[in-house]
């Protein structure tokens, strides 16, 4: 079992930036793999990045090169999502997922990012 909470979303204005960060509970933290997703209303989910345990990353359709960037501290059990040069398109809610069995099986509350024009 893992545990996740996310936190960092919020309210911001074009070109600003926000890290949203993801912390895990539970298993051993350096043995999964950790995602973002995003869900913009009336959208389906999108998946936005992964990173192994040794910090390599695979981008998603939702990733944007020069713009997102993710990292994970395994010491602190925490996976971050850095965001910047925001945009309006990048309004929705974000969820960390831990994966299990080359699966994403647990997943956070999410966390609510809306950026203004």
């Known amino acids: 079992q893992v545990q996740l909470v996310e936190s960092g979303g919020g309210l911001a204005q074009a070109g600003d930036s926000l890290r949203l960060s993801c912390a895990a509970s539970?298993?051993?933290?350096?043995?999964?793999?950790l995602g973002w997703f995003r869900r913009a209303l009336g959208k389906e989910r999108e998946f936005v990045g992964s990173i192994n345990w040794s910090g390599s990353v695979t981008p998603g359709a939702g990733y944007v090169k020069g713009r997102f960037t993710i990292s994970r501290d395994n010491d602190k059990n925490t996976v971050y999502l850095q965001m910047n040069s925001l945009k309006p398109e990048d309004t929705a809610r974000y969820y960390c997922?831990?994966?299990?069995?080359?699966?994403?099986?647990?997943w956070g509350q999410g966390t609510q990012v809306t950026v203004s024009s």
């Open positions: 997922a831990a994966e299990e069995a080359g699966a994403f099986r647990y």
């Open positions: 539970g298993r051993t933290f350096s043995s999964y793999d």
